[in-house]
Nanobody
Framework: QVQLVESGGGLVQAGASLRLSCAAS????????LGWFRQAPGKEREFVAG????????SYGGYVKGRFTISRDNGKNTVSLQMDNLKPEDTAAYFC??????????????????????WGQGTLVTVSL
């Protein structure tokens, strides 16, 4: 079991920055990847970014590349998502998730929600014009 708690969401204007954090606890040794997903009202959950817990390889969804940065702190068991130059279309509930699959590749990062078995409750990000 892995428990995840997100924080850092809020209401900001377009162009502003926010930093989301996810605190993980439980069976940390089982974590392969920590990912961020988002879900806007009426839309499917989509991959935002992911980072390998061991090694630190990262991957991003195309629409956030260059604006968002994912990082991890293995000592504090946290993963963060720095979001810069936010746009109204970034408005969504943001979820932290864990993939425990053992892949042959040391850098592969899954992007499908079904690949992640543990989820946080989410934190809401609202970007106004």
């Amino acid at each position: 079991q892995v428990q995840l708690v997100e924080s850092g969401g809020g209401l900001v204007q377009a162009g502003a920055s926010l930093r989301l954090s996810c605190a993980a606890s439980g069976r940390m040794y089982s974590i392969t990847t920590l990912g961020w997903f988002r879900q806007a009202p009426g839309k499917e959950r989509e991959f935002v970014a992911g980072i390998r817990w061991s090694g630190g390889s990262a991957s991003y969804g195309g629409y956030v590349k260059g604006r968002f940065t994912i990082s991890r702190d293995n000592g504090k068991n946290t993963v963060s998502l720095q979001m810069d130059n936010l746009k109204p279309e970034d408005t969504a509930a943001y979820f932290c998730a864990v993939d425990t699959t053992r892949y042959l590749s040391l850098t592969y990062i899954a992007t499908g929600p079904s690949d992640y078995g543990y989820w946080g409750q989410g934190t809401l990000v609202t970007v106004s014009l």
